[in-house]
């Protein structure tokens, strides 16, 4: 992420959006995802025009943070496929950065919840672990994004390993609407990664 000196220097403080994307080279929907998300903090007027208010500070913020870990302001998948007046609005939402130290540490954290690789898992266990519907566990499944071991007595059973591979998987990480179990688990990883507190192995 590049800044625009010049630009930054000449826009007030709060900048527009339109200043927002100019000077930090970006797209119009890509600013529009990091304001609406909360990604970006910023006071929204309510006015047809001139919509949004952003601080500076909160500009440098973005760029630094964003070079550090480009990951956690990427948009969802399919963002961009979205027509401009789809209406779609997005609350903010917290995401692990996916990087080597991360996962190690995420790992660590669900093998702990899971009590290790070994052992199966109900469509029940894997709903009150990760917080989803029951409903979106079958949907999982059915679109081959979760393995599933067997069928048994009607019963769907995967192996806590497959939970593991899914639970670290980015597409799991990319789910827009979170459960509260499942920002709790990223919040609690963010943090023995920022504290440093893990395997000494690692």
């Not at 600013?31 to 500076?56: C, D, M, Y």
């Not at 209406?87 to 995420?106: E, N, P, Q």
């Not at 995967?158 to 591979?165: G, I, K």
Request: proline fraction near 2%.
């Amino acid at each position: 992420m590049r800044l625009d000196n010049e630009l930054f220097e000449k826009a007030p403080d709060p900048m527009s959006k339109d200043q927002f994307r100019c000077v930090c080279h970006i797209s119009k929907k890509t600013a529009l995802f990091l304001l609406q998300s909360g990604l970006v903090r910023s006071e929204n007027t309510g006015k047809a025009t001139h919509t949004w208010l952003i601080p500076k500070t909160e500009v440098l913020r973005y760029v630094i943070d964003s070079n550090a870990s480009m990951y956690t302001f990427k948009p969802p998948k399919n963002y961009y496929l979205e027509g401009s007046g789809s209406g779609r609005k997005y609350r903010c939402f917290i995401r692990l950065d996916m990087s080597d130290i991360t996962l190690k540490v995420a790992r660590e954290y669900y093998l702990d919840m899971l009590g290790g690789e070994g052992g199966l898992l109900t469509v029940d266990d894997i709903s009150r672990i990760t917080g989803y519907c029951r409903t979106t566990v079958c949907r999982w499944y059915s679109r081959k994004s979760l393995r599933l071991l067997t069928v048994a007595a009607n019963r769907y059973l995967t192996a806590n390993r497959y939970l593991l591979d899914w639970l670290l998987s980015s597409d799991y990480n990319d789910i827009r609407m979170k459960t509260e179990e499942h920002e709790k688990a990223i919040l609690h990883i963010m943090a023995r990664v920022k504290s440093g507190v893990f395997s000494a192995g690692d």
